[in-house]
């Protein structure tokens, strides 16, 4: 919890300094301009917010803070001190936590250029400012720092949010300790930005060290404790390593349950993880009533069109379509999307998310008709709102490859491919776990083509980088392996193709089950693999 209460008066931040510069002390009773510019009229409402919630002394100290601000913008002392009642406010107040998140993920007004990347000058000059007056090493500088890389992490930056993330790290340990809170938030943080780096190494080695900190300083069932298995069990999901996430996840799930009640939201969000971790294991059977069960618990205590509850009905959707019922997840993500343009807008991040996985369950269900289409919108509205380079717009266009790839018109997908996959090397490295999912999209599009001579190396490229990167066990591995053998047998070469077919066959039974699809799809390749080598006709 900590964690998101430090994140949300970062993400807040620039918003209550608008606010107090542009209404002052009157910000507290200021009504609703729609003319107003959108920055300081969502501080506006952020601040009102915290008013409504507090009682008549606390909404006194807080109208006292703003006009600290409103009288001196440039004082760091005011700011800190305004940023401080709002961490304690979010701290005392789980209905206030939620509705400054939901205000935070709301989406700007029109003609507001407010977006993650937008927020980074405004989390630039307010480091700089502390830092001039502060210090390098003052922890309201080290809070501004993290901030800053937040928000770097945020726009898909992860080049400069990572040493950032690191450098803070480095200053907190020394300024505050190795066991500080928010020395263990701060490696938290920079394990998340490892994580989304492609680096689950590095991830796993500093969450493991957080968690046995956090057991040491509060306890093994405080909810930071808590919070800080649950993330090891997701950096061990995103390594792979579903045998150790899978009981962890179970362990923390039970204890939440038993210290923060069923219906806690921190409990249904443990609910939901183990729910996706079962069907990543190809366990739907077990996956798929925990997703009821998280919807269930999210539409009863949040409401329908909750955030939450419409990110828990996607959950569900995506279930559904790995479980191959398809009439029971087009209607729910179709409700999804609906629901979320009415809440949060057409070209929110969160309802472009929507629209990309709309498109998928109609593209998997083979109406391109409808698919293409809502893949060329979204990219659009990607490329718009958050930049050609950012992460979510260069999926969106390896999406579009893919469909027109599926309809046959390899002349446009080739293209699209060729282009997503060097946007990814130079945006994430040539080995990050995008890069390589994307260059696996590329290879496929050849051997489409009918061109083995580009496919194969490529195949046996992303084979080699995933075996460094992600280990020989990795579910990614293994599909990477069945490519480059599938690219063997259609190359005509089935002699190649079969002992590592064999390989992958017996990893998969092992890792992923004998009834994970994968271990399925592998376990026909080598039927027909076998079937090949043994006809001289071949």
Aim: net charge negative; glycine share 6%.
């Amino acid at each position: 919890m900590r964690a998101r209460i430090v994140r949300l008066v970062g993400q807040a931040g620039p918003f209550l300094t608008a606010a107090a510069r542009a209404y002052g002390g009157a910000v507290l009773a200021r009504a609703e301009d729609p003319a107003a510019d959108a920055t300081a009229d969502l501080g506006r409402r952020i601040l009102q917010a915290v008013s409504r919630h507090r009682c008549e002394p606390e909404q006194a100290a807080l109208a006292a803070a703003i006009q600290e601000v409103a009288d001196d913008p440039e004082d760091a002392d005011a700011l800190a001190a305004l940023r401080k009642l709002l961490k304690r406010a979010l701290r005392k107040d789980a209905d206030l936590r939620a509705e400054v998140a939901a205000l935070l993920s709301a989406p700007p007004a029109v003609g507001a250029t407010v977006t993650a990347s937008g927020t980074i000058p405004l989390q630039q000059a307010a480091l700089a400012r502390v830092e001039r007056v502060l210090g390098d090493t003052h922890p309201d500088t080290l809070t501004s720092r993290n901030n800053l890389a937040l928000a770097y992490q945020a726009a898909g930056d992860l080049d400069r949010a990572v040493p950032l993330f690191e450098i803070t790290l480095s200053q907190s340990e020394r300024v505050l300790g190795h066991t500080h809170p928010d020395t263990l938030v701060s490696r938290n943080n920079l394990a998340a930005a490892y994580q989304a780096a492609g680096d689950p190494d590095r991830a796993v080695s500093l969450l493991e060290a957080t968690l046995t900190q956090f057991e040491r300083v509060v306890g093994d069932t405080h909810p930071d404790t808590l919070s800080s298995r649950n993330n090891l069990a997701s950096a061990y999901q995103a390594a792979g390593d579903l045998g150790r996430a899978i009981p962890l996840y179970e362990t923390t799930l039970v204890q939440r349950e038993r210290v923060l009640g069923n219906n806690h939201p921190d409990t249904l969000v443990s609910l939901g993880n183990l729910a996706g971790a079962y069907q990543a294991a190809g366990d739907l059977d077990r996956a798929i009533p925990l997703h009821e069960n998280v919807l269930a618990h999210f539409q009863q205590a949040l409401g329908d069109t909750h955030l939450d509850t419409l990110t828990s009905r996607n959950n569900l959707a995506l279930a559904y379509q790995a479980a191959g019922d398809l009439d029971r997840a087009v209607p729910l993500f179709e409700t999804t999307l609906t629901q979320l343009e009415r809440a949060l807008g057409d070209t929110h991040p969160h309802t472009l998310s929507s629209r990309a996985n709309l498109a998928l369950a109609y593209h998997t269900a083979g109406d391109l008709d409808r698919a293409v289409p809502l893949y060329e919108t979204t990219l659009i509205q990607h490329e718009r709102v958050l930049g050609n380079n950012h992460p979510d717009t260069l999926i969106s266009l390896g999406n579009l490859a893919a469909a027109y790839q599926a309809a046959g018109d390899l002349d446009r997908a080739i293209p699209l491919h060729e282009n997503a996959l060097a946007h990814f090397e130079q945006a994430l490295g040539d080995a990050h776990p995008l890069t390589l999912n994307f260059r696996e999209n590329l290879a496929g599009a050849y051997q489409a083509a009918g061109d083995p001579d580009r496919a194969t190396p490529l195949h046996r490229t992303v084979l080699s980088q995933r075996e460094q990167v992600l280990g020989n066990n990795h579910p990614d591995t293994l599909k990477s392996r069945n490519n480059v053998a599938l690219a063997f047998l259609s190359a005509g070469d089935p002699h190649r193709a079969l002992p590592l077919f064999e390989t992958t066959l017996s990893q998969c039974e092992q890792i992923l089950g004998d009834t994970h699809p994968t271990t399925l799809a592998v376990r026909t390749n080598l039927a027909i693999a076998r079937d090949a080598a043994s006809d001289p006709e071949w």
